[in-house]
């Protein structure tokens, strides 16, 4: 499927407002790919995607989950805005037929982040925590950042959001902590190396 077949398609399922954010986190990944030399087509593909199960009711979320026998865990089932991660990637390999396991990565963990993050999906992670629609106070300082550091980028997002969602008293799920251990001692080893 090209550019303009997913763009129609997409444009027609989902909300004004949820396609005009699609279009700006892939905008803005393009940019972030080019910058740090991850394929931009991936980058487009997944930013574009990302959102594409956003609208879907959980009824049918947790159908399409159970048809392509996708369990998930507790944490996820009990917090909507983690189902659509899981469901856009069903969505986006069988209905728009993306194979590109990096790029399903990127879509299936774009809101909890994981241990082990590559590059393309600390792109769509940090591209769509920038969004101006998200109107985060941050954002003119994690987007220098990410030009500079995807890793330090991910981790201001990846410590903001874990603020953010216990003032909220709202479940976190493990992936989140994971991934910003993970970066966190991936610092400290860079640091040991510079300093030995
Ligand atoms: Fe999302
Ligand atoms: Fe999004």
Do not use: W
Not at 41 to 53: F, Q, R, S, W
Not at 96 to 101: E, F
Not at 170 to 195: E, G
């Amino acid at each position: 499927m090209n550019k303009e077949i997913i763009e129609k398609k997409l444009k027609n399922t989902l909300s004004e407002n949820r396609f005009r954010h699609s279009l700006s986190v892939a905008r803005e990944s393009e940019k972030l790919a080019k910058f740090h030399k991850v394929p931009v087509e991936l980058a487009y593909l997944a930013g574009i995607m990302h959102d594409c199960a956003k609208e879907f009711s959980v009824r049918d979320s947790l159908e399409i989950l159970k048809k392509h026998n996708v369990a998930l865990d507790k944490i996820s089932l009990n917090e909507n805005k983690l189902l659509h991660a899981h469901v856009g990637a069903i969505v986006a390999r069988e209905e728009y037929g993306i194979k590109d396991s990096q790029v399903l990565d990127a879509i299936r963990y774009h809101t909890t982040a994981k241990e082990n993050m590559s590059s393309l999906l600390k792109i769509i992670y940090v591209s769509d925590s920038i969004d101006p629609t998200k109107k985060h106070d941050s954002t003119a300082y994690v987007r220098r950042l990410s030009f500079n550091n995807l890793n330090k980028a991910s981790l201001v997002v990846l410590t903001e959001t874990i603020n953010r969602l216990i003032s909220r008293n709202s479940l976190i799920h493990p992936n989140t902590f994971q991934a910003r251990n993970d970066l966190i001692i991936k610092s400290i080893k860079i640091f040991k190396k510079k300093v030995n």
